[in-house]
């Protein structure tokens, strides 16, 4: 502020009000008038105390002309301050999360260090997160080599490694159930799995009484000998699990949460450390959209929901879908993969505007191409793996995707 700037020259706490800049710039000043109750206000141009209009109001007058000012873009300079802060609020917090998360970070990164160096066979490295290694045991599924662990993972192998319930939803072969088996296969933790669409009845799932050589025996379910030998269980479409099961999960998805087996007079089953606990749905949570293509799937209400850690599976990009192509099919070659990729790509842009009836997934391309290597022929090809599984519109769509991106004879 220079000494011709004319809020120095005048103190009245109502103050300068300006807007412009330079040449441009232009003022209101209002200060308390000699007479009791009567403001004077003063205006300007430019940069220099040239005063044009000189004139003393009333409050009342004085509010309006405020109003007015305002509507007109004379600001204060605290207002302007005001302005200022409240823009940088949000950044703000933004940056203090940034700090807090980088030292939680840390935090963790120690943690994990310390445990490898005290037991160094202890955890195996997921993308970026130590996760504890099981001890093996026939229910370990096979690793593949082929699997692309990409970013979407992070943050789940972390929710593992801190024992949370995770549910992934997705369209079908979006990757969902491959993910967690891939992560079991390499950190040594035995899966279990039960599909809740159809089969499974709350015997199967808790466990029942059974009558074996005229003896009465209880047979575990597929929930308790997960707790009891620490095996990592998956529940598939659990948006079609009977109201019974969602009850009794219900209890176990506290951390650390135990199961009461009310049928074996109120026996409790404590958690094995290892186990943890996961669900796949089609149409749960953000997909409920899509609750017309999983006919029969029930909407899990929020406070199950809320249990969960939820995330939400796309279909892999058209790069990481072609990496998994390469990785599975070495035969194949980079332009041939990225077509394949690029096909599935434009089927899921079709199913998203509703052009399409049918999703594409993962599973879907990966057979079609292995089909292809064997038959040589993109059609025959894709009769078995994809046109067969369709309806009639939707092939023809489909087919005139792939004539677009591959020259073939009709
Ligand atoms: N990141 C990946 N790397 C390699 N292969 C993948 C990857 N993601 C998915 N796939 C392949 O896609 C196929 C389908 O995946 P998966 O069975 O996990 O899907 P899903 O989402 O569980 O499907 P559904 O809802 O039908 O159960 C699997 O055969 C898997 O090999
Ligand atoms: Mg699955």
């Known amino acids: ?24 710039r232009e003022w209101w000043r209002v200060s308390a ?17 040239e005063v044009d209009i000189d004139t003393v109001v009333d409050l009342d007058n004085l509010e309006a002309k405020l109003l007015k000012w305002r509507r007109e873009g004379f600001v204060s300079e605290a207002q302007r301050a005001d302005e200022v802060r409240a823009a940088q609020a949000g950044n703000v917090f933004a940056h203090t999360l940034q700090q807090a998360a980088a030292m939680a970070r840390e935090a963790r990164t120690a943690e994990a260090a310390l445990r490898a160096r005290t037991n160094p066979v202890a955890t195996v490295r997921i993308g970026g997160v130590e996760v ?4 093996a045991n026939a229910l370990v599924p096979r690793v593949n080599d082929a699997y692309l662990f990409t970013a979407r ?18 369209h079908t072969g979006s990757g969902k159930t491959s993910f967690i088996e891939q992560v079991a296969a390499r950190a040594n933790h035995g899966v279990l799995r039960a599909n809740m669409n159809g089969q499974t009845t709350i015997g199967d799932f ?39 099961i969602l009850a ?41 959209a899509y609750r017309h293509l999983y006919q ?12 969960w850690r939820v995330y939400l599976f796309d279909y892999l990009s058209a790069e990481e879908e072609t990496e998994v192509l390469l990785r599975m099919l070495p035969q194949l070659t980079r332009p041939l993969a990225h077509t394949l990729a690029a096909i599935a790509a434009d089927c899921r842009a079709a199913f998203v505007r509703e052009d399409l009836a049918s999703a594409f997934s993962t599973r879907r391309l990966i057979d079609w191409a292995e089909l292809m290597l064997r038959t040589g022929d993109v059609e025959r090809a894709a009769g078995p793996a994809i046109y067969a599984k369709v309806g009639a519109d939707d092939a023809a769509l489909i087919r005139s995707i792939i004539r677009h991106h591959v020259i073939f004879d009709a």
């Open 296 to 307: 029969g799937a029930n909407l899990l209400n929020e406070a199950f929901l809320d249990r």
């Open 206 to 244: 808790v466990g029942f009484w059974s009558v074996k050589g005229g003896e009465t025996i209880w047979v575990d379910g597929v929930l308790p000998v997960a707790m009891r030998e620490g095996y990592w269980l998956i529940i598939d479409e659990l948006d079609f699990a009977e109201p019974s």
């Open 153 to 170: 993972g992070e943050d789940i192998a972390q929710d593992i490694a801190e024992n949370r319930r995770v549910m992934l939803i997705g």
């Open 132 to 135: 504890p290694r099981g001890e």
């Open 248 to 288: 009794v999960l219900t209890a176990v998805l506290e951390p650390n949460g135990r199961l009461l087996l009310k049928e074996r007079g109120n026996e409790i089953v404590e958690p094995h450390p290892s186990f943890r606990l996961f669900a796949t749905a089609n149409a749960a949570g953000a997909m409920s």
């Open 33 to 49: 008038s000699e007479r009791a109750h009567m403001y004077r206000i003063e205006h300007g141009h430019g940069e220099h105390d």
């Open 1 to 24: 502020m220079n000494a011709s700037d004319p809020a120095v020259q005048n103190e009245s706490p109502l103050g300068l009000l300006t807007r412009g800049a330079g040449h441009a």
